[in-house]
């Protein structure tokens, strides 16, 4: 089987971002980004509800197809949702149709190593995903300070790696857990709110680019590097006025 990332642990700083569409996909294939993400994250900042647990297949699949028609060669990974892998059939048939949406590879939430064996068995790349999991998460916080949870956290890890998996996202846990396990597991851990250890980094596209979910505390972790929401603002400001006053349309942009 192909295995996605294969030879990138230690080598360099693997950069996986979120894409739920075809633009974004375009613009993000066009630079060193190593996968795209089509996260269950786009129920909060797609859709607009307070928490990911309302994302089903068809939104995944839908996303996933408009990602896959911009990504170029860049891997697509596409977030399976709550529901979508309880068992190993269900979570192999829903993988497939992930993968016939335009996906190279599947993530899921949680420690199912049975789940992780019964897609490397279809040859299906899958990602595992550890820590903080907001489908089954009460609120949002750091897993793993307590040495009982780190210990389980470590152990979970390599599970999953036995189980195949190609990389694992850990999300909100303490650095040096992160370095611990980065460390202990032969594929490349990707950190988001977990350190600068991890082999790599993620971040949801909106939140990087400064698009507001409109939440009143933000996790620590994320870093605005772009002010998008008000460029949008502005932008859309300026095409009000200039219609008001009637400067537009004007000459250059009329049909005579
Ligand atoms: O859904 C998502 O965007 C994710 C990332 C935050 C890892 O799972």
Same mark, same amino acid.
């Given at each position: ?8 642990? *230690? ?13 974004? &996909?375009?613009?993000l294939q066009?630079?060193?980004v190593d996968l795209l993400? @089509? $996260?269950?994250?786009?129920? @909060? %900042? ?23 028609? #911009?990504a170029g060669i860049v891997p697509v ?6 529901? *979508? ?6 979570? @192999? ?10 996906? *190279? $590879?599947?993530?899921?939430? #949680?420690?199912?190593? =049975?789940? &992780?064996?019964?897609?490397?068995? =279809?040859?299906?790349? %899958?990602?595992?995903?550890?820590? /903080? ?13 307590? &040495? ?6 470590? *152990?979970? &890890?390599? #599970? /999953?790696?036995?189980?195949? @998996? ?9 650095? +040096? ?28 596209? +909106? ?6 979910? #409109? =939440? ?17 603002? +502005? ?22």
């Amino acid at each position: 089987m192909t295995k996605l990332l294969d030879g990138l642990k *230690s080598k360099k700083k693997i950069i996986m971002l979120t894409a739920y569409d075809f633009q974004m &996909a375009r613009i993000l294939q066009s630079l060193s980004v190593d996968l795209l993400l @089509v $996260g269950d994250s786009l129920g @909060v %900042v797609f859709q607009g509800h307070t928490s990911t647990k309302h994302v089903t297949m068809d939104d995944i699949c839908y996303h996933t197809t408009a990602v896959s028609r #911009g990504a170029g060669i860049v891997p697509v990974i596409a977030d399976m949702p709550i529901g *979508s892998f309880g068992d190993p059939k269900t979570a @192999v048939s829903n993988a497939k149709l992930c993968i016939d949406a335009g996906a *190279s $590879g599947v993530k899921f939430e #949680g420690y199912f190593p =049975e789940i &992780a064996a019964a897609l490397t068995a =279809e040859n299906i790349p %899958v990602m595992g995903h550890l820590g /903080l999991l907001p489908q089954t998460a009460e609120k949002y916080h750091v897993v793993g300070k307590a &040495a009982e949870e780190a210990d389980a956290m470590i *152990s979970h &890890a390599l #599970g /999953l790696c036995d189980a195949g @998996v190609f990389a694992i996202v850990f999300e909100c846990i303490p650095e +040096n857990l992160a370095k611990t396990i980065t460390a202990a597991i032969p594929v490349p851990s990707i950190g988001i709110g977990a350190g600068k250890y991890c082999d790599g980094q993620v971040l949801v596209i +909106n939140d990087l680019l400064g698009l507001d979910r #409109g =939440e009143s505390h933000p996790p620590k972790f994320r870093k605005q590097y772009a002010d998008i929401g008000n460029t949008i603002a +502005n932008a859309v400001n300026m095409f009000i006025t200039e219609v008001d006053e009637e400067r537009y349309p004007d000459d250059g942009h009329t049909y005579h």
